[in-house]
């Protein structure tokens, strides 16, 4: 059973940083793209950013290229996102998926979802 535990959010003010972590469990780690996803309120989840299974390869959405940072760390089996200067439409629920840039995370098939971690950026 694949188990996902995102934390790390919070509150902070536009161009501040916040570091994500994601700790996986349930599936072979290191043989999957792992992704960060984000749901804002009234709104479908929207893809952010993927690694690919060993970490060389890294996407991105436009918005937020050169601002975040993906990475791993599959001795540990955990995922991380550097998130920089901060904008308010960065405020979301962030969750962690096994699954690449092009999965349609919005496929009510998917059941993975953990609890997510809320980021709020405001003045």
């Known amino acids: 059973q694949i188990r996902l535990m995102e934390s790390g ?8 940083s916040l570091r994500l972590s994601c ?11 792992m ?13 952010v950013a993927s690694i690919s299974q060993g970490g060389r390869d890294t996407y991105y959405r436009d918005s937020v ?8 760390d599959n ?3 955990m995922v991380y996102l550097q998130m920089n200067s901060l904008e ?19 496929d009510k098939e998917k059941d993975y979802w953990g609890q997510g971690t809320q980021v709020t ?3």
């Open 9 to 16: 959010g919070g509150l902070v003010q536009p161009g501040e």
């Open 23 to 33: 700790a996986a469990s349930g599936f072979t780690f290191g043989s999957y793209f």
């Open 35 to 47: 992704s960060w996803v984000r749901q804002a309120p009234g709104k479908g989840r929207e893809w």
């Open 65 to 72: 290229k050169g601002r975040f940072t993906i990475s791993r």
């Open 75 to 77: 001795t540990k089996d």
């Open 88 to 106: 308010s439409d960065d405020t979301a629920r962030y969750f962690c998926a096994p699954d690449g840039p092009y999965s349609d995370y919005n």
């Open 121 to 123: 950026v405001s003045s």
